[in-house]
């Protein structure tokens, strides 16, 4: 297992089950979305996505927090990319990737218990919390596992035998 979260040598083969890898292709798409709101929503996305009351602050105070939000998605747009580059040249590190969205989200749900903050509303992050530290798991432990491949052989005699075993012949 250890080999496949730490490849001696990284390659472009993904050897586990492929759900894994389409998943983690939605999540790269996720991370680099909410990243670009952050970055780009005139509120950072504190309160038009967070429901964060940015009016209930001072004008001091919600620009600290749109410029924290800014500064987060550039973070966020730093995974999003290297997520890009793991499905582009290194896909043997799909799983280090899916444990490192496990440890990032399971982090993100136990400091919102520790250090919540107000909001006006059920915010899709704190829905997320929820929901994706069981799915990075789930995609983890598919990750791990390494497909089945019929081999041509297999496959060919098969194929020769048009499914029949020598002795229904």
Known sequence: MFEKLLPE??????????????VFVA????????????????DGGA?????????????GASGVIIGMFAQWGLTQIM???????VLWRYQALIPLMWLFIA???TGRLLLGFVKPFE?????????????????????LALSLQTKKIRHADDISNADDNNGLSDNTR
């Open 119 to 139: 909001t006006a509303g059920p915010a899709p992050g704190a829905i997320g919390n929820m929901i994706i530290p069981l799915l990075a798991l789930i995609m």
């Open 27 to 42: 999540m790269t798409v996720l991370t680099i979305a909410r990243s670009l709101a952050h970055i780009f929503l005139p």
């Open 47 to 59: 309160q038009s996505i967070a429901t964060i009351p940015l009016d209930a602050y001072s004008p």
């Open 9 to 22: 040598t990284i390659a472009n083969n993904y050897r586990g089950m492929s759900i894994a890898k389409w």
């Open 103 to 105: 440890f990032e989200w």
């Open 79 to 85: 995974f999003g990319l290297l997520y890009v580059i």
